[in-house]
């Protein structure tokens, strides 16, 4: 069974950059399609804010394209998302998550996804 763990959260100035990092185990990332989902404090779940698809393909939400990389690096089988010019309002926990499919829409609904991460912090603050 597929396992997801998110790293590389913490705290950054607006403007600044971080790199998220979704490390897989138990199943080959190619498989799936694999989205990132956040939650801001005292918010609902907003999201996929960003796919990857198996297939190469992706889809970044208008908050965030632009400023949001995601990426696969299949030799460590992990999804990265890399965050550039953050603001205050990107201050969320975010999570990874697999499923249904190897390629995804971003209208399919969270309750579809099959695996989901821990979640890692991100706080952007001056």
């Known amino acids: 069974q597929l396992q997801l763990v998110e790293s590389g959260g913490g705290l950054v100035q607006p403007g600044g950059s971080l790199r998220l990092s979704c490390a897989a185990s138990?199943?080959?990332?190619?498989?799936?399609?694999i989205s990132w989902f956040r939650q801001a404090p005292g918010k609902e779940r907003e999201g996929p804010i960003c796919i990857s698809n198996s297939d190469g393909t992706s889809y970044y939400t208008d908050r965030v394209k632009g400023r949001f990389t995601i990426s696969r690096d299949n030799a460590k089988n992990t999804i990265d998302l890399q965050m550039n010019s953050l603001q205050l309002e990107d201050t969320a926990v975010y999570y990874c998550?697999?499923?249904?499919?190897?390629?995804?829409?971003?209208?399919?609904?969270?309750?579809?996804?099959?695996?989901w991460g821990q979640g890692t912090q991100v706080t952007v603050s001056s």
């Open positions: 998550a697999a499923g249904p499919d190897w390629k995804i829409v971003p209208s399919t609904p969270a309750d579809e996804y099959n695996y």
């Open positions: 138990g199943r080959t990332l190619d498989y799936y399609a």
